[in-house]
């Protein structure tokens, strides 16, 4: 059974800093997903990673991918208070099924 | 392009009713999933529909559970006999035929069982 966890489950960092969210998954996938998830709403993609060694960036995120250690982070650049919200990774199992971490609740603080 | 779109987006059941939930997928596409979000907990997997078929109900809970996504209208999930560890965000995602690892995800239906 494929399990995704993740780390930190809570963050609280300062504006300004730089901070690393880690993905892990037990079993062999083709894909892995970024999403973020504002209170009370929906998820909202930011990443898709397909292969090995994959690097994403979108303004002060970046996203990579290391499918032999199956080991993604998301790493967070001069963080701005915008970017409080709970950061899921999920992995594809399969062709279609999505299994995701538990999630990492990101505050920042002015 | 309207998104995904699922009704109602809150839902407060007594023990013991019925709830449904219903979600339109994105136009074009063909393929529908059903996921569900305890409280501070990730999305869980629970079922994969294409038109009229059950593809994967390896989430779905085995009793008053159940799932469609007819030849016309929305995909239905339905839960009989409401129970309060039903409380939850359900989320309807849903893919195009080609390229199906694409998953767009609807706003999302809270249910509240009192």
């Known amino acids: 059974e494929l399990k995704v966890e993740q780390n930190p489950l809570f963050l609280s960092m300062q504006e300004g800093k730089n901070y690393t969210i880690y993905c892990n998954y037990s079993?062999?996938?083709?894909?892995l997903y970024w999403y973020r998830q504002d209170p009370g709403k929906s998820l909202e993609s930011l990443f898709v990673l397909l292969s090995n060694g994959a690097v994403k960036q979108e303004g002060r995120l970046m996203a990579s991918l290391d499918t032999k250690a199956r080991l993604s982070t998301l790493h967070i650049t001069a963080a701005v208070h915008d970017l409080s919200a709970t950061y899921f990774c999920a992995v594809l199992q399969g062709a279609q099924k999505l299994v995701f971490g538990q999630g990492t609740r990101l505050t920042i603080n002015p | 392009n309207a998104g995904v779109m699922q009704n109602p987006r809150h839902l407060v059941r007594r023990r013991g009713q019925e709830a449904r939930l219903r979600c339109s997928p994105m136009?074009?596409?063909?393929?529908v999933y059903w996921y569900r979000q305890l409280p501070e907990e990730g999305l869980k997997f629970m079922v994969y529909?294409?038109?009229?078929?059950?593809?994967?109900e390896s989430g779905m809970p085995k009793e008053r559970f159940s799932a469609e996504f007819p030849k016309e209208g929305p995909s239905i999930l339905r839960i009989q006999q409401v129970v309060r560890g039903d409380s939850a965000a359900y989320f309807c995602a849903s893919s195009p035929p080609v390229r199906s690892y694409e998953q767009y995800f609807g706003p999302g239906t809270r249910l509240t069982v009192t």
């Open positions: 079993t062999t996938s083709d894909r």
């Open positions: 529909l294409q038109k009229e078929n059950i593809i994967d």
């Open positions: 136009k074009g596409h063909s393929h």
